[in-house]
């Protein structure tokens, strides 16, 4: 996957003046991709969920 839905998502939406603002805005939306949005490759999961589940289930194996 590419940055395409980082820069839709994220960077279009804003008039980024500085370094410090962008570096906000995208660590903002990578939090937000990664624990709150479902994604459909992985039956609709976040991907902090799919690999922390899958983490455990090694644990535990």
């Excluded at 906000?24 to 994604?39: A, L």
């Excluded at 999961?45 to 899958?54: E, G, I, L, M, N």
Aim: overall charge negative; cysteine-free.
């Amino acid at each position: 996957m590419g940055g395409l839905p980082l820069k839709q998502e994220a960077v279009y939406l804003h008039e980024i003046t500085d370094g410090f603002q962008a570096k906000r805005i995208i660590d903002d939306w990578i939090g937000f991709y990664n624990s709150e949005r479902p994604h459909t490759a992985l039956d609709k999961r976040t991907p902090d969920t799919a690999y922390f589940s899958q983490t455990e289930t090694r644990k535990a194996a």
